[in-house]
Protein backbone atom coordinates (compact mmCIF):
# COMPACT_ATOMS: atom_id res chain seq x y z
CA UNK A 1 0.00 0.00 0.00
CA UNK A 2 1.42 3.22 -0.56
CA UNK A 3 1.88 6.30 1.52
CA UNK A 4 -0.88 8.25 0.42
CA UNK A 5 -3.79 5.14 -0.45
CA UNK A 6 -1.87 4.27 3.73
CA UNK A 7 -2.91 7.68 4.84
CA UNK A 8 -6.61 7.21 3.55
CA UNK A 9 -7.24 4.02 5.01
CA UNK A 10 -6.08 5.50 8.07
CA UNK A 11 -8.33 7.83 8.65
CA UNK A 12 -11.30 5.44 6.96
CA UNK A 13 -10.40 3.18 9.93
CA UNK A 14 -10.45 5.90 12.69
CA UNK A 15 -13.05 7.74 11.54
CA UNK A 16 -15.60 5.48 9.67
CA UNK A 17 -15.67 2.13 10.61
CA UNK A 18 -18.14 1.52 13.06
CA UNK A 19 -18.48 -1.62 15.09
CA UNK A 20 -22.25 -3.10 16.41
CA UNK A 21 -25.32 -4.00 15.32
CA UNK A 22 -26.61 -2.80 11.70
CA UNK A 23 -29.02 -2.83 9.45
CA UNK A 24 -27.30 -1.85 6.06
CA UNK A 25 -29.60 -0.53 2.95
CA UNK A 26 -29.30 -3.40 0.87
CA UNK A 27 -31.24 -4.86 4.24
CA UNK A 28 -28.59 -6.83 5.09
CA UNK A 29 -27.35 -7.39 8.84
CA UNK A 30 -24.02 -6.48 10.06
CA UNK A 31 -21.45 -5.57 13.02
CA UNK A 32 -19.63 -3.02 11.46
CA UNK A 33 -20.57 -0.25 9.38
CA UNK A 34 -18.24 1.78 7.14
CA UNK A 35 -19.87 5.69 7.84
CA UNK A 36 -17.48 6.63 4.53
CA UNK A 37 -18.97 10.28 4.69
CA UNK A 38 -17.64 11.33 8.09
CA UNK A 39 -14.00 10.28 6.04
CA UNK A 40 -15.15 11.87 2.53
CA UNK A 41 -16.15 15.61 3.82
CA UNK A 42 -12.89 16.06 5.98
CA UNK A 43 -10.78 18.42 4.42
CA UNK A 44 -7.67 16.38 4.91
CA UNK A 45 -8.84 13.58 3.18
CA UNK A 46 -10.22 15.09 -0.23
CA UNK A 47 -6.78 15.09 -1.81
CA UNK A 48 -5.98 11.64 -1.10
CA UNK A 49 -9.29 10.90 -2.44
CA UNK A 50 -8.63 12.35 -5.40
CA UNK A 51 -5.40 11.01 -5.89
CA UNK A 52 -6.27 7.32 -4.99
CA UNK A 53 -9.63 7.45 -7.79
CA UNK A 54 -6.93 9.46 -10.24
CA UNK A 55 -4.62 7.01 -10.08
CA UNK A 56 -6.66 4.34 -10.32
CA UNK A 57 -8.03 5.00 -13.41
CA UNK A 58 -4.41 6.01 -14.97
CA UNK A 59 -3.61 2.02 -13.65
CA UNK A 60 -6.75 0.83 -15.45
CA UNK A 61 -5.72 2.45 -18.80
CA UNK A 62 -9.40 4.24 -18.66
CA UNK A 63 -9.99 7.97 -19.15
CA UNK A 64 -13.39 9.26 -18.16
CA UNK A 65 -14.07 12.64 -18.73
CA UNK A 66 -16.37 12.94 -15.41
CA UNK A 67 -17.03 11.32 -12.45
CA UNK A 68 -19.93 10.63 -10.23
CA UNK A 69 -22.81 8.58 -9.17
CA UNK A 70 -25.62 8.15 -6.93
CA UNK A 71 -26.09 10.95 -4.51
CA UNK A 72 -24.94 11.49 -1.79
CA UNK A 73 -22.54 8.38 -1.19
CA UNK A 74 -20.76 9.24 -4.56
CA UNK A 75 -20.83 13.24 -4.09
CA UNK A 76 -17.67 14.25 -1.82
CA UNK A 77 -15.73 11.60 -3.82
CA UNK A 78 -16.66 13.23 -7.15
CA UNK A 79 -15.66 16.64 -6.19
CA UNK A 80 -12.54 15.28 -4.91
CA UNK A 81 -11.93 13.85 -8.01
CA UNK A 82 -12.50 16.82 -10.02
CA UNK A 83 -11.00 19.46 -7.04
CA UNK A 84 -7.70 16.83 -7.56
CA UNK A 85 -7.78 16.99 -11.35
CA UNK A 86 -7.12 20.30 -11.61
CA UNK A 87 -3.65 20.02 -10.53
CA UNK A 88 -2.98 16.10 -12.00
CA UNK A 89 -5.05 16.32 -15.36
CA UNK A 90 -6.78 16.37 -17.63
CA UNK A 91 -9.41 17.97 -15.32
CA UNK A 92 -12.48 15.71 -14.67
CA UNK A 93 -15.74 16.88 -14.20
CA UNK A 94 -18.32 15.85 -11.50
CA UNK A 95 -22.00 14.76 -12.12
CA UNK A 96 -24.83 13.71 -9.13
CA UNK A 97 -27.16 11.14 -10.11
CA UNK A 98 -30.73 12.16 -8.76
CA UNK A 99 -32.90 9.43 -6.50
CA UNK A 100 -35.54 10.64 -8.04
CA UNK A 101 -35.76 12.23 -11.50
CA UNK A 102 -36.07 15.87 -11.43
CA UNK A 103 -40.25 16.78 -12.08
CA UNK A 104 -39.55 20.56 -13.53
CA UNK A 105 -37.20 21.66 -15.97
CA UNK A 106 -35.05 19.36 -18.00
CA UNK A 107 -36.70 16.22 -16.16
CA UNK A 108 -33.26 14.76 -15.87
CA UNK A 109 -31.49 12.17 -14.27
CA UNK A 110 -27.93 13.44 -13.50
CA UNK A 111 -27.39 16.84 -12.50
CA UNK A 112 -24.00 18.63 -13.08
CA UNK A 113 -20.87 18.40 -15.30
CA UNK A 114 -21.03 15.61 -16.77
CA UNK A 115 -19.67 14.61 -20.38
CA UNK A 116 -18.97 11.27 -21.83
CA UNK A 117 -17.49 8.84 -20.87
CA UNK A 118 -17.83 8.90 -17.11
CA UNK A 119 -16.87 6.95 -14.34
CA UNK A 120 -18.76 5.97 -11.76
CA UNK A 121 -17.96 6.55 -7.95
CA UNK A 122 -19.48 5.77 -4.91
CA UNK A 123 -18.30 5.15 -1.18
CA UNK A 124 -19.18 1.46 -0.20
CA UNK A 125 -20.64 -1.76 -1.85
CA UNK A 126 -21.98 -4.55 -0.10
CA UNK A 127 -24.75 -5.73 -2.71
CA UNK A 128 -24.17 -2.92 -5.69
CA UNK A 129 -27.65 -1.89 -5.42
CA UNK A 130 -26.83 1.86 -5.59
CA UNK A 131 -24.40 2.06 -7.85
CA UNK A 132 -26.44 -0.26 -10.64
CA UNK A 133 -29.58 2.09 -9.95
CA UNK A 134 -26.73 5.08 -10.88
CA UNK A 135 -25.40 2.54 -14.11
CA UNK A 136 -29.44 2.62 -15.15
CA UNK A 137 -29.94 6.12 -14.96
CA UNK A 138 -26.40 6.83 -16.52
CA UNK A 139 -26.96 4.73 -19.32
CA UNK A 140 -30.76 6.10 -19.63
CA UNK A 141 -29.15 9.30 -20.15
CA UNK A 142 -26.91 8.02 -23.00
CA UNK A 143 -23.52 8.64 -21.60
CA UNK A 144 -20.74 6.01 -21.92
CA UNK A 145 -19.12 4.39 -19.10
CA UNK A 146 -15.66 3.21 -18.66
CA UNK A 147 -15.14 2.64 -15.20
CA UNK A 148 -16.71 1.95 -11.95
CA UNK A 149 -14.78 2.82 -8.62
CA UNK A 150 -15.85 2.54 -5.28
CA UNK A 151 -13.65 3.80 -2.02
CA UNK A 152 -14.52 0.51 0.24
CA UNK A 153 -15.93 -3.22 -1.17
CA UNK A 154 -17.66 -4.77 1.60
CA UNK A 155 -16.62 -8.49 0.07
CA UNK A 156 -20.18 -9.25 -0.50
CA UNK A 157 -20.90 -9.51 -3.83
CA UNK A 158 -21.98 -6.07 -4.81
CA UNK A 159 -18.37 -6.04 -6.83
CA UNK A 160 -19.72 -9.26 -8.78
CA UNK A 161 -22.46 -8.20 -9.62
CA UNK A 162 -21.73 -4.51 -10.62
CA UNK A 163 -19.20 -6.54 -13.61
CA UNK A 164 -22.04 -8.80 -14.81
CA UNK A 165 -24.08 -5.95 -15.29
CA UNK A 166 -20.94 -4.49 -17.75
CA UNK A 167 -19.19 -6.92 -19.03
CA UNK A 168 -15.77 -6.09 -20.00
CA UNK A 169 -15.73 -2.79 -17.99
CA UNK A 170 -13.13 -2.17 -15.53
CA UNK A 171 -14.77 -2.30 -12.32
CA UNK A 172 -12.58 -1.93 -9.25
CA UNK A 173 -12.04 -0.99 -4.95
CA UNK A 174 -9.44 1.32 -3.28
CA UNK A 175 -10.00 -0.88 -0.17
CA UNK A 176 -11.40 -3.71 0.65
CA UNK A 177 -13.01 -4.75 3.69
CA UNK A 178 -9.79 -7.29 4.38
CA UNK A 179 -7.45 -4.73 3.64
CA UNK A 180 -9.51 -2.41 6.17
CA UNK A 181 -9.79 -4.85 9.06
CA UNK A 182 -5.75 -5.84 8.70
CA UNK A 183 -5.17 -2.18 9.13
CA UNK A 184 -7.47 -1.52 12.19
CA UNK A 185 -6.04 -4.99 13.67
CA UNK A 186 -2.26 -3.51 13.16
CA UNK A 187 -3.19 -0.11 14.23
CA UNK A 188 -5.02 -1.57 17.85
CA UNK A 189 -1.99 -3.89 17.89
CA UNK A 190 -3.53 -7.11 17.05
CA UNK A 191 -1.78 -7.92 14.19
Known amino acids: MQATDRALAKLLVERSFIPGDFT ?10 FDCRVTTCLPDAMPLIGKAF ?17 T ?3 DPIASAIAYYSLGDGPAL ?32 VTSGGSVLRAIERIQEEGLAIVHVVVLVDREEGGMDAIR ?10 IFTKTELEGLRAEERGYA
Open 54 to 70: VTEFRRAGTAPRSVGGM
Open 72 to 74: MGA
Open 164 to 173: GFLPGTPVSA
Open 93 to 124: GAFTVRKERKQHGTRRWIEGCVESPVAVVDDV
Open 24 to 33: LSSGRRSNYY
